[in-house]
């Protein structure tokens, strides 16, 4: 996916910024990762709250498994259902909680 398709599918939230990481790109608003692009998927950040919401609607966490110990590592990020990026607005309401979470996240560090 292109940058220009990803800015068109977080136009409902604002401005967002793309930096490459990785294995794919780190999807910025006002300086919080609000999502990721990896493996051809986009993924919303979340935490507790909005991960339920997420799950249920049909979302899924990306979880990993580490590669040294064996365990599923939980990542803060959940793809979307097909459904959801075929309505702009529903879109734009997930990229928004998405933002919420990361500001959230954020204030729990300081």
Do not use: C
Request: hydrophobic fraction near 40%.
């Amino acid at each position: 996916m292109d940058d220009e398709a990803i800015r068109e599918m977080f136009d409902g939230l604002g401005a967002v910024e793309i930096r490459r990481m990785f294995s794919g790109k780190g999807i910025y608003h006002r300086g919080l990762i609000v999502g990721i692009l990896l493996y051809d998927e986009i993924m919303l950040k979340g935490d507790e709250e909005t991960g339920r919401f997420y799950e249920a609607a049909g979302g899924t966490r990306w979880v990993y498994e580490n590669k040294r110990t064996k365990q599923p590592v939980k990542m803060p990020y959940w793809s979307l259902p097909a459904d959801i990026l075929d309505d702009r607005d529903q879109l734009a309401g997930w990229t928004r909680l998405a933002y919420e979470s990361a500001m959230r996240i954020e204030a729990a560090k300081r």
